[in-house]
């Protein structure tokens, strides 16, 4: 009798926290390096784990250049780390042209399209990105896929309006994203709120759909109460990726 070999699984074992944010840091040093030149006066700064690397790298420019730059948040976030790292600090309303912006974000395609607004800030990201001469996207190696939606499963990042957002999500259920929900806080309690006041939801389209992100973009931000989409479509001039291996893919 033949007795079939017990099949040998290999555990998934997730790399460490370390390798994963030496990635990050890897990423946003040489887009800092690259992108962030002496005479950039305006600067964005956007949201997520790896900005502190970004401004880490910027703080190491030294004060005598940074003395005369102005540093634009995308959220309470990066506000409170211009602050804390002694930067000085303006707003989008006062300075509506930006020279560099740079940020992160959740998936990147093969076209530099994203999807961002997993940290619920994706209004100010699109508005800083739209105003900056130059955006940039810094990411570890997670990041970095052909299509959208195939490493970030959550979703496409909806911000609405409180009150309409009943009637946003029966619209992208009929879009196409069955498992469209309401993002709700950490215990459940209650949705939660971005910096804007409004809610967001998070919408999985079939892959059909994600791949022509830009089709999609237009789709949902018709829909009445929807405040900004998650997609941002043709707008990156660049994204670094860290990888495990200590090297940085540029696309
Ligand atoms: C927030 C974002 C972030 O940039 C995005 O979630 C990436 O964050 P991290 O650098 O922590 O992976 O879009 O709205």
Redesign the pocket.
């Known amino acids: 009798k033949v007795v079939p070999e017990r099949p040998v699984t290999t555990p998934q074992v997730p790399p460490p926290a370390t390798v994963i944010e030496e990635a990050?840091r890897l990423a946003a040093w040489t887009a800092v390096d690259k992108h962030v030149l002496p005479e950039h006066k305006i600067i964005g700064i956007?949201?997520?784990?790896?900005?502190p690397y970004v401004v880490e790298r910027i703080v190491a420019q030294g004060p005598e250049v940074n003395e005369g730059r102005i540093f634009i948040p995308?959220?309470f976030q990066s506000k409170e780390l211009i602050i804390s790292s002694k930067l000085q600090l303006g707003d989008v309303d006062q300075y509506p042209t930006i020279d560099v912006t740079i940020?992160?974000?959740?998936e990147v395609d093969g076209d530099l399209n994203c999807i961002?607004?997993?940290?619920?800030?994706?209004l100010r990201?699109k508005v800083l990105a739209e105003a900056a001469d130059t955006w940039v996207i810094?990411?570890?190696y997670r990041?970095n896929s052909q299509l959208l939606g195939t490493n970030w499963k959550q979703g496409v990042?909806v911000e609405v309006a409180p009150f309409a957002f009943a009637k946003v999500l029966l619209n992208l259920q009929r879009l196409g994203s069955e498992k469209a929900a309401l993002r709700m806080g950490k215990a459940k309690a209650g949705p939660i709120v971005t910096d804007n006041g409004n809610f967001v939801i998070d919408a999985p389209f079939p892959e059909e759909q994600m791949k022509d992100p830009y089709t999609l973009l237009a789709r949902v931000k018709m829909l009445t109460g929807v405040v900004e989409v998650?997609l941002f479509c043709h707008m990156a001039k660049a994204a670094y990726f860290g990888n495990q291996d200590g090297s940085v893919t540029a696309k």
Request: glycine share 30%; aromatic share 0%.
């Open positions: 990050k956007g949201s997520g784990s790896t900005v995308t959220g940020d992160g974000a959740d961002k607004g997993g940290g619920a800030c994706h990201e810094v990411a570890d990041k990042p998650g």
